[in-house]
């Protein structure tokens, strides 16, 4: 599978700055996700980011908050924007690759651990 | 609705002791039941795929089953490196690759 990384892995901010999140991956890749995991919860699906196009965003997640950027097929970018205690998560970048025909695998990063005081 | 559901939330073993992890699920049309394990502070880590009822995949001291109601985790004979949160996400024919995950379940091995 592609190996994925993200800078930074982790960040302690103040509220009310922003903070951008790298991805990449070492081979083309149509999708990438962005996913948030809060404490103790499991994955939430942020918004889905192909390159040449907007960002697709799930509900409850608006781009004014965490706005995307995807310049090419190996990167991508995702700004948490006027933080809030409540942004305090790991976020997480994945990415698809078929097996065989069958329903594509979802491989994640190593996430950024952000903290947000 | 799609759902996943998984049992229990923390399970503690002492090495050497095997174990089930359940996760429940409500589908329509299953395209694929996911297991990962996370480390604290990291990604998950891919471990298996399943299609379709009666399959089974191995690895290692892993092996995962699927019926048509529900996927299990079997540990065989666990050692302390496998202390993690297992999670199990699926992808049903309508959710357009948009995975539905579960809560997870938190596996401490003891020595």
């Known amino acids: 599978s592609a190996v994925i990384s993200q800078k930074p892995s982790r960040d302690i901010c103040q509220r009310g700055t922003s903070l951008t999140i790298q991805c990449q991956v070492d081979s083309q890749v149509t999708m990438m996700f962005w996913y948030r995991q809060q404490p103790g919860q499991s994955l939430t699906l942020i918004a889905t980011?192909?390159?040449?196009?907007?960002?697709?965003?799930e509900s409850g997640f608006v781009i004014d908050k965490f706005p995307i950027s995807r310049p090419n097929l190996t990167f991508s970018t995702l700004t948490v924007s006027n933080m809030s205690p409540e942004d305090s998560s790991i976020y997480l970048c994945s990415i698809t690759q078929g097996s065989l025909g069958h329903t594509d695998t979802q491989y994640f990063g190593p996430g950024t651990r952000l903290t947000v005081l | 609705e799609d759902q996943v559901t998984q049992s229990p939330e923390a399970l503690r073993l002492q090495e050497g002791e095997s174990s089930s992890l359940n996760c429940s699920y409500t589908v329509s049309g299953l395209r694929g039941l996911f297991w990962y394990r996370q480390d604290p502070g990291k990604g998950p880590e891919f471990l298996f795929t399943l299609y379709s009822a009666g399959e089974e995949k191995e690895k290692e001291r892993l092996k995962a089953t699927l019926t048509k109601k529900e996927s299990f985790l079997h540990i065989t004979a666990p050692k302390p490196e496998d202390s993690a949160t297992y999670l199990c996400?699926?992808?049903?024919?309508?959710?357009?690759?948009?995975?539905?995950w579960g809560l997870g379940t938190s596996l401490a091995v003891n020595p």
């Open positions: 996400a699926l992808r049903g024919a309508g959710n357009n690759r948009k995975l539905i």
């Open positions: 980011a192909n390159q040449g196009s907007e960002a697709t965003y």
